[in-house]
């Protein structure tokens, strides 16, 4: 497999202009177009996995608040704050992505995660101020919910802007990792402080976070273009700066170099067709993820595993395994969609296969801890995986859509209208399960199948039109195996990226 050779624009004739690029990144020697790049993944896996990092601290503390810190002894309240969060976050996501699409991405990114980081510990700080007040902590929740809201409209649109072509969900199923990574990191972080009194499970990944972003300000590259791959971010497309016979719409994906003022409007993006129905299809399917990132340490808590209770941080230790699963989904989803160029039915089909993955781990969980393992990583990566697949590559591939015939920059918009809608479902989930909870579990894995059902429902339209492709890609895959060759288009992998 050959590398994808870099933009046209990049020869030894026309060196990198680095004067409007990141400060760290003057001070590197020159790095090639796939240096870049591999930078550029590294730095945005590592944002958003400590935004997800800095997301975890609730769900560690539940049972440590519920246990001795008035209010949140009823679990309603400890959902309020959930909700609270998740509310603002899906609000702000709206606004954020039209941002994204008009200032520079860097900043933008850097600011959300300096900022989001303090307010993460200002939650933390009621621990050391011993508030009681729940309104404190609402507000704490709103406020970090909207800061948060830039960092995934962000990292999405400066992926896209650097990687495009049939690999695309591979790639972005291999680079979401970063948020079972970050949820991974979040858990054991916020479990190991948590003996220190729970404030400290708030400060110190807010603090983490905050330093992620210093490093984001100073070396992150948000377009080819800031180091002298195509033309400056800035300035609009012409004649001259599409030499060499390279077409505009070539030279980042989503038309990232032309003028900022062309970014499309929240109307024109919910036009690609779609957007929408990807955008409701993500309302359940991330209310489903979301209800097992806020509330499985404390179901985990609550629950007898071979006869055994355990503590609030051993169980936060044992839900990461949720999030390996996720990992193995996110990866697993974006392979299979490349194979068969079907990210609707890809994401169908991880959806039903959800709905019993659930019923098993809440009815046999409790055998062993073994059992409980193996179910646990199975749901998550049946859950995670088309929520994984949805919001990267689905997102991406819509945000570059021929109907926009590449003159407008909605990479960020469409990203954001995906993942905004989405995360009004992560908002209800919790906030739902902290009141049907008090009529058992039961009826809150119930409430989870449900809404995976519907998640998969949504897509059949989509679905129904890829069928006949499947079929066909299947058929000319047996062709040609039959006569002893390969061919390109049912193996995309096998291609470079256009």
């Not at 590197?28 to 240096?35: C, E, I, K, R």
């Not at 993944?41 to 049972?63: C, N, W």
């Not at 990944?205 to 791959?229: D, R, T």
């Not at 994401?347 to 659930?358: E, H, K, Q, R, T």
Request: proline share 5%; aromatic share 10%; net charge neutral.
């Amino acid at each position: 497999m050959t590398n994808p050779p870099a933009p046209a624009m990049h020869s030894p004739e026309r060196r990198p202009r680095l004067s409007d690029g990141p400060l760290g990144l003057r001070a590197l020697p020159a790095l090639s177009y796939n240096a870049h790049r591999a930078l550029v993944l590294g730095l945005t896996f590592l944002a958003y996995a400590l935004y997800h990092a800095s997301r975890k601290p609730p769900s560690i503390v539940k049972r440590e608040l519920a246990r001795a810190w008035p209010p949140f002894a009823d679990p309603a309240l400890l959902g309020a704050t959930d909700v609270a969060f998740l509310t603002s976050y899906s609000l702000g996501m709206f606004v954020a992505g039209h941002l994204g699409d008009r200032l520079d991405l860097r900043r933008f990114l850097a600011f959300g995660m300096v900022s989001g980081g303090a307010a993460v510990a200002l939650f933390g700080a009621g621990y050391f101020l011993a508030l009681h007040s729940l309104a404190f902590y609402v507000v704490a929740q709103v406020i970090a919910g909207l800061l948060q809201s830039t960092g995934w409209p962000s990292v999405v649109a400066i992926v896209g802007n650097w990687f495009c072509g049939r690999r695309r969900g591979l790639i972005m199923g291999i680079w979401n990792a970063h948020t079972s990574v970050g949820n991974i990191t979040g858990s054991l972080v916020a479990a190991a402080m948590l003996g220190y009194g729970w404030g400290w499970s708030f400060v110190v990944p807010g603090g983490i976070i905050a330093l992620g972003g210093v490093l984001v300000l100073f070396f992150l590259a948000p377009y080819p273009q800031c180091v002298g791959f195509g033309p400056s971010p800035i300035e609009p497309v012409t004649e001259e700066s599409t030499t060499d016979g390279e077409d505009s719409s070539s030279s980042t994906a989503g038309g990232a170099g032309k003028d900022r003022r062309d970014a499309v409007g929240i109307l024109k993006a919910l036009a690609i067709p779609g957007v929408v129905i990807f955008a409701l299809c993500l309302f359940f399917a991330k209310l489903v993820a979301y209800t097992f990132l806020y509330w499985l340490p404390f179901y985990l808590s609550q629950t007898d595993i071979g006869g055994e209770h355990m503590s609030a941080a051993s169980a936060g230790y044992l839900s990461v395994l949720f999030d390996v699963g996720g990992i193995v989904g996110g990866i697993l989803a974006g392979f299979i969609s490349d194979q068969l160029n079907a990210r609707a039915t890809t994401a169908a089909v991880f959806m039903y296969l959800a709905i019993p993955s659930l019923f098993l781990f809440h009815a046999y969980g409790s055998i062993s801890k073994v059992t409980n393992i193996g179910l646990m990583m199975i749901s998550g990566l049946f859950v995670n995986g088309p929520y994984a697949l949805i919001t990267t590559a689905v997102s991406a591939d819509l945000g570059t859509h021929k109907s926009l015939k590449g003159d407008s920059r909605a990479l960020a918009t469409v990203t954001a209208i995906i993942d905004g809608t989405g995360s009004l479902g992560a908002a209800l989930g919790p906030f739902l399960t902290g009141f049907i909870s008090r009529r058992g579990w039961d009826s809150v894995f119930v409430m989870l199948a449900l809404c995976a059902f519907v998640a998969a429902v949504l897509l059949s339209s989509h679905v129904k039109t890829e069928i006949p492709q499947i079929i066909q890609k299947w058929k000319n895959w047996s062709t040609n195996m039959q006569n002893g060759h390969a061919d390109s288009d049912v193996q995309p992998l096998l291609v470079e990226e256009s």
